[in-house]
DNA sequence: ATGTCGGGTGTTACCCGA
């Protein structure tokens, strides 16, 4: 089985770039994050076309999670428990936003996950960000706990680099997002938890990133961050033969700034 | 952050978010 994620930065935008890939490169299952779309505005008949079905999160331009898989698609979840809900404001009522999304393909339960971005270390954003680590992790716990054989991927576009290996400049990143000791003890608390980076070991570092900002020629320069994982429980850890960054898919003509994640699975 | 991309709209000129 391939397994792979992707932050392809609007699905409308990216969809036949997608669909490339999934065939070129055998995938069965993709998580998707960012497909900046409503449910009703996925393109599904692309993907129907080519064998996979697909279920979406997506409740406006912002965010958005999705899963194509061509091995089905079973119990499909919206949101876990305990995810956080954002306002941004003290008195108001939270909405749950668009970032998660479960649904167990071939034996696997698959997570696709967009992690709020923080945006900076004094934003309500930032705060919000933590707490939906916090609960993910919590409620993680939980699936291990109730079946510690349970084959579970946690993939997505998590905006952490949890190394100073992990971004092309500690200096640049300095007093930024994604980089902050309480962010990278947040993402360490969920390895903690029996979640291994099961794409790392197949793609050391330094200097392997999953993401490059269009601006400042980032991509040649190769000027990136590594922020995108695959995490998986021991079950699902122990299967993994392969894994890759597929940098070659950030190249051409309308890219994504994230490339795909792809493991291989016994 | 933004010399770039997406999305959006009181749309052809800006706004927001990453």
Redesign the pocket.
Known sequence: MRLATW?V??????VDRVTDWLERADVDVLAMQ?T???DD?FPTMPFAAIGYEVVHCGF????GVAIASRIGVEDVQVGFDGQPTWSGKPDVQGAAEARALGATCGGVRVWSLYV?????VDSP?YHYKLEWLAALRETAQKWLAQDPQVQIALTG?W?IAPTDDDVWSVEFYQG?THVTEPERAAFNAIVDAQFADVVRPFTPGPAVYTYW????L?FPKNRGMRIDFILGSPGLAQRVTHAEIVREERKGK????HAPVLVELD
Do not use: L, V
Not at 9 to 14: E, M
Not at 116 to 120: A, L
């Open positions: 932050n930065n609007s699905i409308r935008a990216r960012e900046k779309c409503a505005q406006n331009q912002w965010n709020p971005n923080g945006r900076t954003h576009d905006n930024s900002d269009y601006t400042q980032r309308a890219p994504s700034d």
